[in-house]
């Protein structure tokens, strides 16, 4: 079996001699020669469509037609008919009839790339298919046949999404036939100075430029970096590097000019509860913070009016209703204050303290109410104070106000003024 994987590694470029690597590649060949459904999983850029074209090329479907479909890449209103085809006239833009994959493909390997990202209309159509070997176009009634085997791919935890409601749980069981999983690039840190070296020469040899090299220092930066886009990465960084270094040998400080935007975050202690990988925790929390500070607003607003209330009517004070009040024990959590003694204003024109008093004398709570605002109530106050000055003189009252004297007697009318 190891002659046989490292033939295939020859034959399709895969670099690496990871046991999960190795592990993978067994698995894609033993199932290769059967029509089982295999769900390969796996981040981004980890090389999923290479191991579909190992899947079909080693298959007895290898003469037949084979088709890579990315289903996060097509519109949600377009992806039945790529898929399934459709009838002329099925739908608005479709002036002639179309095939679908499933039917040009018949006979060969479709590999659906994403398939996370299918709407839950297409996956029942899909589900009828992996079962039955039946699909219908957009737009007919006539059932049609097809013999497709169906390889697909995902960078998302699908069982998650089948919780969440996202992904149709039948259809996962359907596709999780025959599961690979295709390890992430940290996961197989002896491979990356093998492919990172593959790909400097590869550079080198279409550009005809010496290639780049790393010295000891340099080569254990690069094994430790995290490489979130996995190989895709790794490639991008090798080309970037080969365009931009002046010199072949690279040593530790210029290979971190060019790794100089790695996350820190990497290196810090991540939350493992269950919910952190979908990031629920956070949502939660922010709900939380959301709603309490909705409720202290509305605490407060209530405690407002509740002490104009009492300003406007005294009476209130001596009551029930004031020391029940549950906006007042819920204010202040750390005691139980009971108000038993309030001095109410007798008007609110000037600024007086609310005082509450508790039972042991210890605590006085002093809050201001704020003097008016109202601008008719001050516009009148300013006319009052302008007739008293002039001693009832108007002209000279309206002189001092800015006004004309009929907007004076107008004034005079509307506020009840008495001279």
Same mark, same amino acid.
């Given at each position: 079996m190891d002659n046989n994987i490292q033939s295939i590694k020859n034959r399709f470029g895969i670099i690496g001699?990871?046991?999960?690597?190795?592990?993978?590649?067994?698995?894609?060949?033993?199932?290769?020669?059967?029509?089982?459904?295999v769900l390969i999983v796996g981040e981004s850029g980890v090389g999923k469509e290479?191991?579909?074209?190992?899947?079909?090329?080693?298959?007895?479907?290898?003469?037949?037609?084979?088709?890579?479909?990315?289903?996060?890449?097509i519109p949600?209103?377009?992806?039945?008919?790529?898929?399934?085809?459709?009838?002329?006239?099925?739908?608005?833009?479709?002036?002639?009839?179309?095939?679908?994959?499933?039917?040009?493909v018949n006979g060969g390997t479709i590999f659906l790339d994403e398939i996370g990202e299918m709407p839950l209309g297409t996956q029942a159509r899909l589900l009828r298919v992996l079962e039955t070997g039946e699909f219908i176009r957009v737009g007919s009634s006539k059932v049609q046949k097809t013999d497709v085997r169906v390889i697909a791919a995902t960078n998302r935890d699908l069982l998650d999404h089948t919780q969440q409601g996202k992904f149709r749980e039948d259809l996962y069981y359907r596709l999780n036939t025959v599961p690979i999983r295709v390890p992430a690039l940290r996961d197989r840190k002896e491979d990356i100075p093998i492919l990172f070296r593959k790909f400097c020469v590869d550079f080198s040899e279409r550009y005809k430029t010496p290639a780049i090299q790393l010295d000891e220092e340099a080569r254990n930066i690069?094994?430790?970096?995290?490489?979130?886009?996995?190989?895709?990465?790794?490639?991008?960084?090798?080309?970037?590097i080969s365009v931009l270094s002046p010199e072949k040998l690279i040593n530790a400080d210029q290979l971190r000019t060019f790794l100089k935007d790695a996350p820190e975050a990497s290196r810090l202690p991540m939350l493992a509860s269950p919910q952190a990988k979908s990031g629920g925790d956070f949502a939660s929390e922010r709900d939380i913070l959301y709603k309490l500070f909705f409720d202290m607003k509305k605490d407060v607003t209530e405690l407002k009016k509740m002490f104009f209330d009492i300003l406007q009517n005294p009476a209130m004070a001596h009551n029930g209703n004031f020391q029940d009040n549950h906006v007042l024990h819920s204010f202040h959590p750390q005691s139980e204050v009971s108000a038993t003694a309030v001095s109410v204003p007798q008007a609110i024109s000037s600024p007086q303290p609310i005082?509450?008093?508790?039972?042991?004398?210890?605590?006085?709570?002093?809050?201001?109410? @704020?003097? =008016? !605002?109202?601008?008719?109530? #001050? %516009?009148?106050?300013?006319?009052?104070?302008?007739?008293?000055?002039?001693?009832?003189?108007?002209?000279?009252?309206?002189?001092?106000?800015?006004?004309? @004297?009929? =907007? !004076?007697?107008?004034?005079? #009318? %509307?506020?009840?003024?008495?001279?």
């Amino acid at each position: 079996m190891d002659n046989n994987i490292q033939s295939i590694k020859n034959r399709f470029g895969i670099i690496g001699n990871s046991p999960a690597l190795n592990y993978a590649l067994q698995v894609a060949a033993q199932v290769s020669n059967t029509d089982l459904t295999v769900l390969i999983v796996g981040e981004s850029g980890v090389g999923k469509e290479a191991f579909s074209n190992v899947i079909h090329s080693l298959s007895a479907r290898k003469h037949n037609p084979f088709i890579a479909v990315n289903c996060g890449a097509i519109p949600e209103g377009t992806i039945d008919s790529e898929l399934f085809g459709h009838e002329k006239g099925s739908f608005t833009g479709a002036v002639d009839s179309r095939k679908g994959y499933f039917e040009t493909v018949n006979g060969g390997t479709i590999f659906l790339d994403e398939i996370g990202e299918m709407p839950l209309g297409t996956q029942a159509r899909l589900l009828r298919v992996l079962e039955t070997g039946e699909f219908i176009r957009v737009g007919s009634s006539k059932v049609q046949k097809t013999d497709v085997r169906v390889i697909a791919a995902t960078n998302r935890d699908l069982l998650d999404h089948t919780q969440q409601g996202k992904f149709r749980e039948d259809l996962y069981y359907r596709l999780n036939t025959v599961p690979i999983r295709v390890p992430a690039l940290r996961d197989r840190k002896e491979d990356i100075p093998i492919l990172f070296r593959k790909f400097c020469v590869d550079f080198s040899e279409r550009y005809k430029t010496p290639a780049i090299q790393l010295d000891e220092e340099a080569r254990n930066i690069l094994v430790n970096y995290p490489w979130r886009g996995n190989v895709r990465e790794l490639k991008n960084m090798a080309e970037q590097i080969s365009v931009l270094s002046p010199e072949k040998l690279i040593n530790a400080d210029q290979l971190r000019t060019f790794l100089k935007d790695a996350p820190e975050a990497s290196r810090l202690p991540m939350l493992a509860s269950p919910q952190a990988k979908s990031g629920g925790d956070f949502a939660s929390e922010r709900d939380i913070l959301y709603k309490l500070f909705f409720d202290m607003k509305k605490d407060v607003t209530e405690l407002k009016k509740m002490f104009f209330d009492i300003l406007q009517n005294p009476a209130m004070a001596h009551n029930g209703n004031f020391q029940d009040n549950h906006v007042l024990h819920s204010f202040h959590p750390q005691s139980e204050v009971s108000a038993t003694a309030v001095s109410v204003p007798q008007a609110i024109s000037s600024p007086q303290p609310i005082i509450l008093q508790q039972d042991n004398n210890k605590i006085d709570h002093h809050e201001e109410v @704020e003097e =008016t !605002l109202s601008i008719a109530d #001050k %516009e009148k106050e300013l006319i009052v104070k302008a007739l008293k000055k002039h001693k009832g003189k108007r002209k000279d009252a309206a002189l001092d106000l800015g006004i004309s @004297e009929r =907007t !004076l007697y107008r004034k005079l #009318k %509307e506020y009840n003024i008495n001279e």
